[in-house]
């Protein structure tokens, strides 16, 4: 069963910290590139940071270059996303998914099962 089961949001203040998990419980996508994405109220979901199996070459979205860190565990079949210098416009829901990487573009989910129930990330100013 396809189980992405995502942790670790709250709220925080400017200039805080959090460090997202996102656990691939049926070790479905063990080999597969693995992206954070995240939406805010009205807005798309979009891809902040995504990271190939060998943990090589990640990718950053450019509003969080130099702030997330984005890293996985595949013994332990977890992907994490260390979020610092927190800014008001980083509130959004967080989600993990696969993703298919490219060298000229943003990496793309990959079409296979549902979403996690995401992760609330909140920052007050």
């Known amino acids: 069963q396809v189980q992405l089961v995502e942790s670790g949001g709250g709220l925080v203040q400017v200039g805080g910290s959090l460090r997202l998990s996102c656990v691939d419980s049926?070790?479905?996508?063990?080999?597969?590139?693995m992206g954070w994405f995240r939406q805010a109220p009205g807005k798309e979901r979009n891809v902040v940071a995504a990271i190939r199996w060998s943990g090589g070459s990640p990718y950053y979205a450019d509003s969080v270059k130099g702030r997330f860190t984005i890293s996985r565990d595949n013994a332990k079949n977890t992907v994490y996303l260390q979020m610092n210098s927190l800014k008001p416009e980083d509130t959004a829901v967080y989600y993990c998914?696969?993703?298919?990487?490219?060298?000229?573009?943003?990496?793309?989910?990959?079409?296979?099962?549902?979403w996690g129930q995401g992760t609330q990330v909140t920052v007050s100013s």
């Open positions: 049926g070790r479905t996508f063990v080999t597969y590139s």
């Open positions: 998914a696969p993703v298919y990487m490219y060298s000229n573009m943003s990496p793309s989910r990959v079409p296979y099962g549902d």
